[in-house]
């Protein structure tokens, strides 16, 4: 319940960025969907796990961080796929925000540009693969802080 309060708060102040929803994620990771999965999260959290195969964006410094997110899209297909994500979609909205109006007019630039809906709380939640900093499987997420935590299961909290 508080998962999909959350969830509705940000579909709500985000309403530009579209929302891809986890089933959904997993379907294309399924299919072999090539998709490019960019974690706005701090470099502590994303050390403790991420989806396999994203890269890292620094929601903070995202100004300093475009010329290497640019350099990353540019070596994709163009009707690729970007999803953001964070540990509950916030971060990751401000991030997708951001390059859906820095792209709308940039020819080449543009992607189809999602956030993932719930994010990495509902990610793990749900049980879908993670992978840690060595890149071996592991169910532990960085619960981000007291309040937010409280949207991942208890048994999923990394000891921060």
């Not at 951001?98 to 709308?104: D, E, V």
């Not at 879908?128 to 309040?147: A, C, E, F, I, Q």
Request: with cysteine; aromatic share 8%.
């Amino acid at each position: 319940m508080a998962m999909n309060i959350a969830c509705f708060g940000i579909r709500q102040k985000f309403s530009k960025v579209p929302q891809l929803s986890t089933q959904e994620l997993a379907e294309w990771q399924a299919e072999g969907k090539q998709v490019t999965l960019l974690d706005a999260r701090p470099i502590e959290e994303f050390e403790i796990s991420r989806i396999e195969g994203a890269a890292r964006v620094d929601p903070d410094h995202l100004q300093e961080s475009i010329p290497q997110v640019e350099e990353l899209i540019d070596a994709t297909p163009t009707d690729q796929p970007v999803v953001l994500y964070c540990s509950i979609g916030y971060r990751s909205c401000l991030v997708a925000d951001k390059l859906i109006n820095k792209w709308k007019n940039s020819p080449g630039k543009s992607r189809p540009i999602y956030n993932l809906e719930g994010s990495l709380f509902k990610w793990a939640n749900e049980s879908r693969p993670l992978v840690d900093n060595s890149g071996s499987p592991t169910k532990l997420v960085h619960p981000y802080n007291n309040v937010w935590g409280r949207l991942l299961e208890k048994s999923l909290h990394a000891n921060v």
